[in-house]
């Protein structure tokens, strides 16, 4: 398995790395903890459509329009959505060129587009209840999936792989972009009501 999702990787595939003690691998990151968090919030939304179905009112009635402010708030949010999907396209791609295999990276796009999904239609609408928190909840664990990832690049050295078509050194900024996308994205979330 690990063969074809992240090969040539030099920490192993387990969750510890072979290399380092304490320190999860990449790509038990790329495989299991960034994609489960995906699966997570996808999860979460269904079990919260499927326990709250019977509950919610069909009709949906709209809110007051919304200020400048706030409109330019929502461009941003998606505009920062774009960026995050676009920093992932980056990492997926310079993955593979340098032959470190992508895991299961691509599932991130999915978490994207529901989010957006979900922002756009205001829970679709009204009918998905808690809507923001299963946003936050996806923010909040893709900021801690590439906190960790971001931890283990910086320990393994900043200097490594130079010789690669992805330097250690190219794959911390891009890593710490995404991190930074996130955490706004996650306060955006909060603060767009």
């Not at 903890?33 to 709250?52: A, M």
């Not at 461009?75 to 999907?85: D, F, G, H, P, V």
């Not at 999904?117 to 205001?122: N, S, Y």
Request: aromatic share 10%; proline share 4%.
């Amino acid at each position: 398995m690990s063969g074809t999702l992240c090969p040539n990787r030099p920490e192993g595939f387990g969750p510890q790395s072979n290399l380092y003690a304490h320190q999860l691998t990449s790509c038990f990151l790329d495989i299991i903890f960034v994609p489960g968090i995906t699966w997570l919030f996808v999860l979460s939304l269904l079990l919260i459509i499927y326990t709250t179905r019977r509950r919610i009112a069909t009709k949906y009635t709209s809110a007051p329009q919304p200020s400048r402010n706030h409109r330019i708030l929502h461009i941003i949010y998606y505009l920062l959505i774009i960026a995050a999907a676009g920093m992932a396209t980056l990492e997926i791609v310079r993955l593979a060129l340098a032959s470190l295999g992508i895991g299961l990276l691509p599932f991130t796009y999915a978490g994207l587009a529901v989010a957006a999904l979900l922002r756009g239609t205001r829970g679709v609408r009204g009918r998905v209840l808690w809507w923001r928190w299963a946003n936050v909840f996806l923010w909040v664990g893709l900021m801690v999936g590439n906190a960790l990832k971001l931890a283990g690049e910086v320990k393994e050295g900043v200097d490594t792989r130079k010789d690669t078509k992805y330097p250690m050194s190219d794959q911390i900024t891009d890593v710490a972009i995404m991190l930074a996308l996130y955490v706004v994205l996650a306060v955006l979330e909060i603060v767009l009501v």
